[in-house]
């Protein structure tokens, strides 16, 4: 009878084990399609960390901060991933939605010419022409570099250039300065080499919050351990890919739809969007 | 592999390498906020303290600055 009870009480244990280990469903609302900046999510998940903190996550392919924080900021998604600036913005607009932790605490704007047109820094600028798309934040920001740069807003130009071919308007001098941002970096220096000259906005005094983890504000007052568990975990996951990031682009590239994730994780091209 | 070199870059700054990996400023935020609400434009202004919090954060979890490439 003895051994019966104890049986008894380890499967009652079991069984409460397992009852609060069955998980909260939330959801992450990324800000753009998965990417390098975003394996640690995968990461953690494929190592069980949020499960085994009662987190059952799903991820979801984002479509710009601008979404993302708005459906944050409604409520459709208790976690995002946004830039900061647009979530202030969003926030103006009465979206509820917190920022918890940065990911890029530094700006990745960046500007980028070739030597060879005559441009060695922002004093250069002066009567260019700069490409990027209408709605950029570099070109909606454009006053303020200005400003740091000590030469008159209405000293350049402003061409219409999709995200996808500011190079190729670099390359045939359709411009003669792009805007984008500092992560793919890379990939211009392979396809420009030594002729590639560029400015990070930090380099000019003008740092902006970049993409951050965001929380719904309602989610955060009724979930304050489960958000501080998210929080942590995702903390824990960033520190271990920058000690090592081999695992966690495997992660990345084994739990994202392949050719999303394949196409997104080199490039960079809109992950800070 | 280069590219996540350039995203530690983006996430290495005095705060994330000494208080915390994704800390959030208070000094920093104040300037971005002045900074959206001149060029981008506030609809309804709010206290900028009221939109971020690093308490949740592990405080022992730090970026590590050595492995940011030089």
Same mark, same amino acid.
């Given at each position: 009878m003895k051994i019966l009870g104890i049986a008894?009480?380890?499967?009652?244990?079991?069984?409460?084990? =397992?009852? !609060?280990? $069955?998980?909260?469903? *939330? #959801?992450?609302?990324?800000?753009?399609?998965? /990417?390098?900046?975003?394996?640690?999510f995968y990461y953690a998940k494929a190592q069980g960390w949020y499960e085994k903190a009662g987190i059952d996550l799903s991820i979801e392919v984002g479509k710009g901060s601008g979404v993302s924080s708005l459906k944050v900021g409604s409520g459709g998604a208790?976690?995002?991933?946004?830039?900061?600036?647009?979530?202030?913005?969003?926030?103006?607009?009465?979206?509820?939605?917190?920022?918890?932790?940065?990911?890029?605490?530094?700006t990745g704007q960046t500007f980028y010419w070739l030597k060879s047109?005559?441009?060695?820094?922002?004093?250069?600028?002066?009567?260019?022409?700069?490409?990027?798309?209408?709605?950029?934040?570099?070109?909606?920001?454009?006053?303020?570099?200005?400003? =740091?740069? !000590?030469? $008159?807003?209405?000293? *350049? #130009?402003?061409?219409?250039?999709?995200?996808? /071919?500011?190079?190729?308007?670099?390359?045939?001098?359709?411009?003669?300065?792009?805007?984008?941002?500092?992560?793919?970096?890379?990939?211009?220096?392979?396809?420009?080499?030594?002729?590639?000259?560029?400015?990070?906005?930090?380099?000019?005094?003008l740092n902006a919050y970049g993409n951050s983890l965001i929380v719904n504000g309602a989610f955060l007052q009724k979930n304050p351990k489960l958000s501080e568990d998210f929080?942590?975990?995702?903390?824990?996951?960033?520190?271990?890919?920058?000690?090592?990031?081999?695992?966690?682009?495997?992660?990345?590239?084994?739990?994202?739809?392949?050719?999303?994730?394949?196409?997104?994780?080199?490039?960079?091209?809109?992950?800070?969007? | 592999m280069l590219q996540w070199g350039r995203i530690k870059y983006l996430m290495a700054d005095e705060f994330t390498t000494t208080r915390g990996l994704g800390w959030i400023d208070a000094g920093r935020m104040q300037k971005d906020y002045e900074l959206v609400q001149t060029y981008l434009g506030m609809e309804k202004p709010f206290a900028v303290e009221s939109a971020f919090t690093s308490r949740l954060l592990d405080p022992t979890i730090k970026m590590d600055a050595s492995k940011v490439p030089k």
């Open positions: 008894a009480t380890a499967f009652a244990l079991v069984a409460s084990t =397992a009852v !609060g280990h $069955a998980g909260q469903s *939330v #959801s992450l609302i990324l800000n753009w399609t998965p /990417a390098a900046d975003h394996s640690p208790p976690f995002g991933i946004s830039d900061l600036a647009t979530m202030l913005v969003a926030r103006s607009k009465g979206a509820d939605a917190v920022a918890l932790m940065s990911i890029y605490a530094n047109y005559g441009v060695n820094g922002p004093k250069d600028f002066v009567g260019r022409k700069i490409g990027n798309p209408p709605g950029d934040a570099s070109r909606v920001m454009w006053p303020a570099f200005a400003k =740091a740069a !000590g030469i $008159a807003p209405d000293a *350049v #130009s402003f061409v219409n250039v999709g995200p996808t /071919a500011k190079s190729a308007a670099l390359k045939t001098r359709t411009v003669e300065i792009i805007s984008d941002f500092y992560n793919s970096h890379d990939l211009k220096l392979r396809e420009f080499g030594s002729d590639l000259g560029s400015l990070n906005w930090k380099d000019i005094g929080v942590r975990i995702t903390q824990k996951a960033y520190a271990a890919c920058v000690a090592d990031f081999e695992p966690c682009l495997k992660a990345l590239l084994d739990r994202s739809p392949a050719s999303t994730a394949r196409s997104n994780c080199c490039s960079g091209a809109a992950s800070s969007i | -």
